[in-house]
């Protein structure tokens, strides 16, 4: 829910206090500044001897003083709290995407995501600053406001009472009523104009070849000028508001005039207690204009934490594997992980699915049909079929970031009794588009294993073919770009080889590594992919929709509907296949 996203963008008690208190000093300082200037005025108006004004003179320069000391002691730990507390927003919100990454993510687009996560949660500093304190330091500013005239006319304190009253009321209708649809538009705007223009950004160069450059322009300028209409109508509104403030400050002085004027002829109040009381209005208004301010901010808030909310829920939603509530024992991989380049290979744990249905989250309907499937050690297993057949999900099962119903066993071992992690630690899943950092191709191995020397990974690069092409680079230190720009589709699957065999898991599932690339590099990919496989003894489940040699596989199983089906294949002989340096 986005009330405890919001409860987790407020700071403790202890750390906001201090922001309070100051801010509250800071406002009090600038009414009893104009009550003080107020009253030296009218009162020097009178000439009395000068002794009789060294108390309001020291006091004008005391609450001058004061007031800006206050403001900039509240500004100081006011947002020293808000930056605290933005950053365990931040944690938690980092910690619920790793909840429900990948497969919860659904049909986010990662644009609006990547706004959310940025923009949006920054806006939530927004609630301690500009709506939490504002309310609090207004609210306790008009009380002692309100004492303070009531000590020197009661009738005047019950005018400015009920213009705060009203202040309060009518500021806060008139803003939530201007705002509430301003606000969540806003937000809404502001998250396709960033979509729009990371998808221009990443694309540019199809964008380029196809001549529609100008098309993708043309969207981003209409998405731009409909998020700065939605922005000058919240202006407007903040405006409106805080003219209907000012006319209710000046309402408020007229009222107090006709109302203490009596006392004033009959000598019950003093001109200068009158000037006092009369200008007092004035002042208070000006912190309480805050108010309708805190509310637009509130609604700010508001549509942010929906947003972010809608992206990463609190809650994972159903069908995605929760690793924080699937309990399990988590002791690494369920049978001893090989080391890379070493002559003996430990036996790599069998896959067995008994029954296995799954649901994609979100889909309608299972993806995964009562599936029976037994991977032995060293198979090297394709899985075929149409798109839509279940083929992604069936590789998000075995990797453990979907749920299923039936049994599945790694090793022998029930996945149920296990952590994801153990799992995870054991099944390596190789996506359709490996995700590359901008970085070295160094540092894109090392997360895989960062205590491997520079030795290690050159000899990975070669296992999967790329030796000669990162030599030609510039060696381990040759850039891949953002999200692997500045290699091929071909080599950004090899470097995921690469960081899988270095990281040494038991068994490989590869979910259509061939997507994007054209059907020669495809069949050289998974060939040199399954050629390595079979002389490192590792087991392998390929989902591919390319053709892939007979000689190289050990068994092969089509999925349509969501059920498997054996397909026959030819007996295993020695290929004596070359890996490529070129796809």
């Not at 705060?164 to 009321?169: I, R």
Request: net charge neutral.
């Amino acid at each position: 829910m986005t009330r405890s996203l919001l409860r987790t963008a407020q700071p403790a008690g202890r750390r906001a206090a201090p922001g309070i208190v100051f801010g509250s000093l800071s406002a009090l300082s600038a009414v009893a500044l104009l009550a003080a200037s107020a009253y030296l005025i009218t009162r020097a108006a009178e000439q009395p001897p000068i002794l009789y004004l060294s108390l309001a003179v020291v006091g004008v320069r005391a609450f001058a003083l004061t007031r800006a000391v206050f403001r900039y002691l509240e500004r100081l730990s006011s947002h020293d709290a808000a930056f605290r507390q933005l950053a365990v927003v931040r944690t938690e919100l980092y910690r619920r995407l790793i909840r429900v990454a990948p497969a919860g993510l659904g049909r986010t687009d990662r644009g609006d995501l990547l706004a959310r996560v940025v923009g949006d949660v920054d806006a939530l500093q927004d609630l301690p600053l500009r709506v939490v304190q504002p309310l609090v330091v207004s609210g306790l500013t008009s009380v002692v406001a309100v004492v303070g005239v009531a000590l020197v006319s009661p009738a005047a304190a019950v005018v400015l009472a009920g213009a705060l009253v009203v202040a309060f009321v009518v500021g806060c209708v008139a803003a939530d009523r201007l705002a509430r649809r301003s606000e969540r538009t806003l937000a809404d705007r502001r998250g396709a104009l960033s979509a729009a223009v990371v998808d221009l950004v990443q694309n540019l160069d199809v964008l380029v070849a196809f001549e529609a450059v100008d098309r993708q322009l043309g969207r981003v300028a209409r998405l731009d000028d409909d998020l700065r209409r939605a922005s000058s109508r919240r202006a407007l509104t903040a405006g409106v508001v805080a003219a209907v403030l000012s006319a209710l400050s000046g309402a408020a002085v007229l009222a107090t005039i006709p109302v203490v004027a009596p006392d004033v002829a009959s000598g019950g109040l003093t001109g200068p207690a009158f000037a006092l009381v009369a200008l007092v209005p004035l002042a208070v208004f000006e912190v309480v204009g805050a108010v309708p301010t805190a509310v637009l901010a509130w609604r700010r808030v508001r549509a942010s934490g929906d947003r972010v909310e809608s992206a990463v829920p609190v809650e994972v939603p159903a069908g995605v594997v929760d690793d924080e509530a699937a309990g399990g024992v988590d002791a690494g991989p369920v049978a001893p992980a090989r080391s890379v380049g070493s002559a003996v290979s430990a036996p790599a744990p069998a896959l067995r699915l008994s029954g296995v249905s799954a649901t994609w989250p979100g889909a309608a309907g299972p993806a995964l049909r009562g599936v029976d499937l037994d991977v032995a050690v060293g198979d090297r297993v394709v899985v075929e079929g149409p798109s839509g057949a279940g083929k992604t999900t069936l590789a998000s099962v075995l990797a453990r970031f979907v749920e299923h119903t039936g049994r599945y066993e790694v090793g022998g071992v029930d996945t149920a009794t296990l952590a994801p992690a153990a799992v995870r630690a054991t099944v390596g899943l190789i996506e359709q588009t490996p995700y590359l950092f901008d970085e070295s191709l160094r540092q894109n191995l090392l997360f895989a294993r960062d205590t491997a020397t520079d030795d290690d990974l050159l000899a990975v690069l070669d296992r999967v073919g790329l030796g000669r092409w990162a030599a030609e680079r510039g060696g381990l230190d040759a850039p891949v770009g953002e999200r692997g720009v500045l290699v091929s589709g071909g080599q950004a699957q090899r470097i995921s080889l690469a960081r899988a065999l270095l990281r040494g898991f038991p068994v490989l599932v590869l979910d259509e590594p061939t997507a994007g690339l054209d059907p020669e590099t495809a069949r050289r990919l998974v060939r040199d992919v399954l050629t390595t496989a079979r002389d490192d003894g590792s087991t392998v489940v390929v989902i591919s929709h390319v053709e892939v040699p007979a000689e190289l596989v050990t068994r092969r199983v089509r999925i349509e509907a969501g059920r498997l089906s054996e397909v026959e294949v030819e007996p295993d002989v020695e290929s004596g296949v070359a890996l490529g340096d070129d796809a």
